[in-house]
């Protein structure tokens, strides 16, 4: 089924001429012929990509994992055969998920830690359903064969935040004291090229190529990273979560690999989610 | 210094009660140290932070005016030009090099040749116009500034290691990290100078 839907979503580019690399090329053509092109005209191919996924929201393929996600939620599984509906506490009461979403990363004292959704639900799937951590840990992120389970949790716990606003606990303490740590996580520099995620993200307006940067310390650009969080990627046709997001920006900053659910992706999640406080989260969304 | 002493050094600073709990610089060093691991071709010495590195992150990227000149004079004395004096390479060359990205992510493959990465940031030649925008448009940049020995010299130095004109410039040191060999430079030189490449047209 996913396959067909990728197919779908493939033919829909296609046809339509929507595919990001043909807007790219007709932008291109077109731009050359004016005189002087100017870079609010080469945008034109990321407002024509908004266009498209406004288009294709209307049938989002993350609804399919989301229907998946809350299967796995309300099923008693795992070694103890424990239904995560009547286990896990997402930080609103046992079985909530309704705005649980848009409230983490928050504090939960079972766990001694801050946690955003992804690592909460797999702290709950290993510590009530009893799977074994390696195991969740082993292939975190999907690919065109596979899904994790975690992220079609995580897709439908996100989903239950549709239209909400994000509110990111930010004064409670331990939050706060992540927050701060994300924000030194996100100015650290290392690396062969010298980077930090603020040598991108820490200007307005700045583009790589033709790809716009947000500039993350901001409250009105911060929503940009946020949004459309867990994604269905046309790229390959399958579901991300803002952990991989993490993930793949430290790949490109040319650092190591960040572990599954550590501290650090923890705080800088913790960071960009607070700054996005207040906006409303437009819920599962579609990536390139 | 590498950062594992530093590492050790915090830990025990902090269990002694000596580093303070606000002192979050410090904390985030130590949970980075604690959270990444090696894959492919990046190592977890790529999170040692070298004596430049170490300035801008100490100082948010804006070191006192002093420390700033000390930090640059060190980095310029890292160019090393070629032994020839030839500083103008190919400009056709250059373009090539300009335009590709690839290089030391842990899913590239190791080893050399990498690309120069500069249309991720700038704006070069008129054909190219998916350009990003982090640094400045190098558009017309000989006809402004003049095919000199002296420009061509500023030139192969700001590629060879950026840092030596601005300290905590966003812009990586291609020569001095081996990512970019001499004659890879000098066609890159080229490729901003040489009256004919289509920069300057």
């Not at chain 2, 060093?29 to 492919?40: E, P, R, S, V, Y």
Request: proline letters at 6%; charged letters at 25%; glycine letters at 8%.
């Amino acid at each position: 089924m996913k396959q067909s839907i990728a197919v779908a979503a493939t033919l829909a580019m296609v046809i339509g001429g929507f595919c990001s690399q043909a807007v790219a090329k007709d932008t291109r053509s077109a731009a050359a012929v004016a005189a002087a092109p100017t870079p609010a005209a080469k945008d034109a191919a990321t407002a024509e990509f908004d266009k498209f996924r406004e288009v294709m929201e209307d049938s989002n393929p993350a609804e399919l994992f989301e229907a998946k996600g809350e299967d796995l939620w309300q099923t008693r599984r795992g070694p103890k055969s424990v239904a995560l509906a009547d286990s896990c506490d997402l930080g609103l009461g046992i079985g909530v998920v309704k705005g649980a979403y848009v409230q983490m990363p928050r504090y939960f004292a079972d766990a001694g830690k801050v946690m955003d959704a992804e690592r909460r639900i797999v702290w709950c799937m290993i510590e009530k359903q009893g799977f074994s951590a390696e195991e969740l840990f082993r292939t975190p992120f999907a690919n065109e064969n596979f899904t994790p389970e975690p992220t079609s949790l995580v897709t439908y716990v996100a989903g239950a935040s549709r239209n909400l606003k994000i509110a990111v606990p930010i004064d409670e303490p331990h939050v706060q004291d992540v927050y701060r740590l994300g924000r030194e996580v996100f100015s650290f520099r290392a690396g062969p090229y010298d980077f930090a995620c603020a040598t991108c993200h820490g200007e307005d307006g700045k583009r790589i190529r033709m790809q716009q940067l947000p500039n993350l310390a901001k409250k009105e650009e911060a929503i940009r990273a946020y949004q459309g969080w867990p994604g269905y990627r046309m790229t390959g046709g399958f579901m991300l979560t803002q952990q991989w997001r993490m993930n793949d920006c430290f790949r490109q900053q040319r650092f190591p690999e960040p572990r599954y659910l550590s501290d650090t992706v923890t705080s800088l999640l913790t960071y960009l989610t607070a700054n996005a406080n207040g906006n409303v989260y437009k819920g599962p969304g579609i990536k390139r | 210094m590498p950062n594992r002493f530093l590492f050790l050094l915090t830990a025990l600073l902090v269990i002694a009660g000596v580093a303070r709990a606000d002192d979050y610089r410090l904390r985030a060093l130590m949970m980075i140290q604690n959270d990444f691991q090696a894959k492919g071709q990046a190592g977890l010495d790529r999170l040692e932070t070298d004596s430049l590195q170490h300035v801008c992150n100490k100082y948010s990227d804006k070191p006192p005016e002093a420390l700033l000149r000390l930090v640059e004079a060190d980095q310029l004395a890292t160019v090393k030009y070629p032994a020839d004096g030839r500083l103008m390479g190919d400009w056709r060359e250059g373009e090539k090099i300009a335009q590709s990205g690839r290089g030391f992510t842990w899913t590239d493959k190791p080893g050399l040749p990498v690309g120069g990465n500069c249309y991720n940031c700038h704006e070069i030649s008129p054909k190219e116009l998916s350009f990003g925008t982090l640094g400045p448009s190098l558009r017309n940049f000989g006809r402004n500034r003049g095919n000199t020995p002296e420009m061509r010299q500023y030139v192969f130095s700001k590629i060879f290691n950026a840092k030596s004109f601005n300290a905590c410039s966003a812009m990586p040191r291609f020569g001095y990290i081996g990512a970019l060999n001499e004659e890879q430079i000098r066609h890159l030189v080229a490729l901003l100078l040489d009256p004919d490449s289509p920069v300057n047209q």
